[in-house]
């Protein structure tokens, strides 16, 4: 059983020991908790200093319990029938496994104090079972519980509820107290949406209906259809939560949603545009954990990461990422910010809006109301003594002025452009009014950019292409392979696709470069050049994916045009 006597040192005594966290933020922490009276390890993660698996590992050191990760575990289903759904929620305890010759139930917890939650546990189990109590991180249990028990809140029981008075008690238990059923409706939805890992919630108002369509991996789906009736209520509830005028359908609207979900704080950007059937409301899901990813796990290939790295490295210049709107420019971005995230360095953002928020980085909204557009953001950020700032997009030739020089002064500077391919930079700014000598000088690299689905590897279908997928892959006459096509299967809610992963092509300023473009060379030019010195394009860097199985020649042809090679 659980060695549940107190330990000698305070936690954060024993935390300080370890060189985990700081004095400093020790006493942030111990008056935090006088106002907020959580217990000091969960203080301590929400506040950011210290991350719930090295919370985890550390309790698991210091009192010799064993732990485990909860992200590579699968559920054993007799050990999750044998606990009460609301025990387990009530107390974040998670059923792992049930060993059928010692009797004995393996359960996830993250308070290994947490007596309480034990002694109820024996008590609703059969008297002959021994609880094995093992720690992991509260977020992961919270996470794994949806999982392990559903996440539906009884959608129809509600929508039941609204249409008959009756009230729908399996959707009630799921709360702390009964609220109105269309509240909780609107909850169901957001909650449903953020589960399935979903970007967009799109709110379709029809003459006779109103139609839900959620965005996954890049992709609108239909998810549900609903009588127009339930239309307003549900607007209203939307604006209240994001603190919009409700008076006011006649003009777009801008709002903000902050909940928190599974255990982790999720923003939704809420927007709204009058129709001719109503407002349409557009939800984007804005989740941290899942829009800031470490640098290696962007899933670049070998190369284009030792590239991306060589850029990084300089001390000074621009670097810019184009490509559509939802190409991952900004997840791109904030990882590469976040890798050069140091106590060293003073990083600054001028973006609009700020989407996600990094510790230590000092982020600023451009905010039309007062004046602060993107020029008159980088000419106030360059009082700041920063070393590196990120411009949220070069729209116009005063933004790019201040943003090359800041550049020219000794600044790595990072931005966005709306162009199609990581050559059509160059036109573009030279469209916009940027002198080429300035560029050519300033410019350490572009990066043009794609997100495609990855084929589900429980379904995707083997075969041979013919004579055209062969012609747009680049095939050799003798070259004899095999690739894949999407299917569906219950794994993937039988779209034949799960996740997504970047492409990329990614060019290099070198001496060559920057003399074409500081003569006014064209693009073809520029191309050719580029190609001589191993410039992937992003059509290659695609057909690659195809032949390694990772994606499909249909699902390539749906981001990136390959008319250009038959």
């Not at 698991?60 to 007799?78: F, N, P, R, T, W």
């Not at 609204?162 to 702390?176: C, K, L, M, N, P």
């Not at 050719?528 to 860097?541: C, I, M, S, T, Y």
């Amino acid at each position: 059983m659980l060695d549940t006597s107190k330990p000698k040192k305070r936690i954060g005594e024993l935390l300080l020991d370890a060189g985990i966290i700081t004095q400093d933020q020790l006493k942030i922490a111990l008056l935090e908790q006088k106002k907020n009276p959580l217990q000091l390890g969960k203080l301590l993660v929400q506040l950011g200093f210290v991350s719930e698996t090295v919370m985890r590992d550390f309790f698991s050191e210091s009192y010799q319990q064993e732990s485990i990760d909860l992200a590579k575990m699968v559920l054993d289903h007799e050990a999750v029938d044998r606990v009460p759904q609301s025990l387990a929620r009530r107390h974040s305890l998670l059923p792992v496994s049930f060993e059928d010759s010692t009797l004995t139930l393996t359960v996830a917890i993250s308070d290994i104090f947490n007596v309480v939650a034990l002694d109820q546990l024996n008590a609703a189990l059969d008297s002959n079972i021994t609880v094995h109590p093992v720690l992991a991180g509260e977020r992961e249990i919270l996470s794994a519980l949806d999982n392990a028990y559903g996440f539906d809140l009884s959608l129809d029981g509600i929508l039941h509820e609204i249409e008959t008075g009756e009230v729908d008690y399996q959707s009630v238990a799921t709360q702390d107290q009964y609220s109105q059923p269309l509240v909780r409706l609107v909850d169901a939805l957001l909650t449903d949406a953020v589960k399935r890992g979903v970007s967009d919630i799109h709110f379709e108002p029809e003459q006779g209906f109103l139609r839900i369509r959620y965005r996954q991996d890049g992709v609108l789906q239909q998810v549900r259809s609903l009588h127009k009736n339930y239309w307003s209520a549900i607007a209203v509830r939307i604006k209240v939560m994001s603190e919009m005028n409700i008076a006011e359908t006649r003009i777009p609207q801008d709002g903000h949603i902050s909940l928190t979900l599974s255990g982790r704080p999720i923003d939704f950007r809420v927007s709204t545009q009058p129709t001719v059937y109503g407002e349409n409301i557009v939800l984007r899901i804005l989740d941290r954990e899942k829009g800031i990813v470490p640098l290696e796990k962007l899933g670049l290939r070998e190369e284009n990461l030792h590239l991306l790295q060589l850029m990084m490295a300089r001390p000074e210049g621009i670097i810019m990422v184009t490509g559509p709107t939802g190409s991952g420019k900004t997840t791109t971005l904030y990882s590469i910010l976040n890798h050069l995230n140091t106590e060293e360095r003073n990083i600054m953002t001028l973006e609009d809006p700020v989407e996600y928020h990094l510790g230590m980085v000092r982020q600023t909204s451009v905010n039309e109301a007062v004046k602060l557009d993107f020029s008159h953001g980088v000419r106030s950020i360059l009082r700041q003594d920063p070393d590196i700032i990120l411009v949220g997009e070069v729209r116009d030739e005063a933004t790019a002025e201040m943003a090359f020089r800041a550049a020219m002064t000794g600044h790595q500077v990072y931005t966005t452009l709306h162009t199609n391919s990581a050559i059509g930079a160059v036109p573009r700014l030279l469209d916009i009014g940027v002198l080429p000598d300035i560029m050519a000088d300033n410019i350490i690299g572009i990066i043009g950019q794609r997100l495609v689905r990855k084929l589900c590897p429980y379904c995707k279908q083997v075969y041979a292409p013919n004579e055209l997928e062969r012609q747009l892959l680049g095939l050799k006459e003798e070259e004899e392979v095999e690739i894949y096509r999407a299917q569906g299967c219950p794994q993937c809610n039988e779209r034949g696709y799960k996740g997504r992963m970047a492409l990329m092509e990614i060019l290099r300023m070198d001496d060559a470069m920057e003399e074409l473009i500081a003569h006014r060379a064209n693009v073809h030019e520029l191309k050719r050049n580029a190609l001589k010195r191993g410039f992937v394009p992003l059509a290659e860097d695609g057909v690659r994916r195809i032949l390694e199985g990772s994606t499909s020649l249909d699902e390539l042809s749906r981001v990136v045009d390959l008319t250009g090679r038959l």
